[in-house]
């Protein structure tokens, strides 16, 4: 995936400062069979305020589908 690119992601680990994630679809386009890209949403990127106070465990959880945009 190439910067600007809207993915979908299942969360695979959540850690305290980071989420591990599977990439399944690339501008709403599934990934062909054996394709496999891996992607990290960071603490500091989950949200514009309060970036501090943000747990991962709260916000994340295995297997949760996420859209995210690539920086």
């Known amino acids: 995936p190439k910067e600007g690119c809207e993915v979908y992601a299942r969360v695979d680990k959540v850690e305290d400062r980071f989420v ?3 990439i399944l679809a690339i501008n709403e386009k599934p990934l062909p ?7 990290m949403i960071f603490k500091e990127n989950v949200r ?3 970036r501090d106070g943000i747990m991962m465990h709260k916000c994340f959880v295995p297997n949760d589908i996420v ?3 690539v920086i």
Do not use: I, L, S
């Open 48 to 50: 514009d305020y309060d």
């Open 33 to 39: 069979g054996n394709t496999q890209f891996t992607g």
């Open 20 to 22: 591990r994630v599977k």
């Open 67 to 69: 859209k995210a945009r």
